[in-house]
């Protein structure tokens, strides 16, 4: 049973373009909120990350907007360039420090 | 910073063979790892959580006389596939953090394949 859903499964986005991947949650005891950028053959690697008390965070062209009363989360990626296709995957760290991925984003951005 | 390094990457056996699967913390301590399987196209599935020094935590549904874990020091922990079969073929992935409050850091996986 996924903890985190998240959508949509794909998108195809115009370089320059806005991509922006959705995540909702239900446990409330999730008190930290990473998005992670997998390459094919890649791990993932942290993109950026918001803690609950935070309504917003930007770091360059990604930005997560959070909305803890909506237990909703997303990442917007600004300015969508072709060195951003990826699989994308949001996910959430409960009470035991392990962390709960949602089912992961294609991401392609065309030229 | 934070770098998580797998070995091997890609590792081709034989029905039957057993298969090591190092991951190593280079420039932090990592006093928890984990370790997770990914099929094609799917999420990452958390299989186990090993702290240094003590005996791994497995996730329902994982046979841990089938993949031993051991984590005896702070930088390195190993995942042995026992009598791998080709239902054992996947993507095998570390996570490494030093404190709980503390992301986690990912290797670059380790493919296996079992003909």
């Known amino acids: 049973q996924q903890q985190v859903k998240q959508s949509p499964q794909s998108l195809i986005v115009q370089k320059g373009g806005i991509s922006i991947i959705n995540c909702a949650y239900e446990?409330?005891?999730?008190?930290?909120f990473p998005w992670y950028q997998q390459f094919p053959g890649k791990g993932p690697a942290l993109l950026i990350a918001?803690?609950?008390?935070?309504s917003e965070k930007k770091e360059g062209r990604f930005t997560i907007s959070f909305n803890k009363s909506a237990k909703q989360f997303s990442l917007h990626i600004m300015d969508s360039q072709p060195g951003d296709s990826a699989t994308y995957f949001c996910?959430?760290?409960?009470?035991?420090?392990?962390?709960?991925f949602g089912a992961g984003t294609q991401v392609v951005v065309t030229p | 910073g934070a770098v998580v390094s797998q070995h091997p990457s890609w590792v081709i056996c034989k029905s039957g063979t057993s298969v090591k699967i190092e991951c190593r913390s280079l420039?932090?301590?990592?006093?928890?790892m984990f370790w997770y399987r990914q099929f094609p196209k799917q999420s990452l599935m958390l299989m186990a959580t090993?702290?240094?020094?003590?005996?791994?935590?497995?996730e329902q549904g994982v046979e841990k006389d089938k993949f031993l874990i051991n984590h005896a020091s702070l930088t390195l922990s190993t995942l042995t596939v026992t009598s791998a079969h080709p239902e054992d073929s996947s993507f095998y992935i570390c996570?490494?953090?030093?404190?709980?409050?503390?992301?986690?850091?990912f290797g670059d996986g380790t493919r296996l394949s079992i003909l």
């Open positions: 996570s490494a953090r030093w404190q709980s409050n503390q992301p986690q850091h």
């Open positions: 446990n409330t005891a999730f008190d930290y």
């Open positions: 918001i803690r609950p008390d935070v």
């Open positions: 996910a959430a760290t409960d009470s035991w420090g392990k962390l709960q």
């Open positions: 420039d932090f301590q990592a006093t928890t």
């Open positions: 090993s702290n240094e020094g003590s005996k791994a935590t497995y």
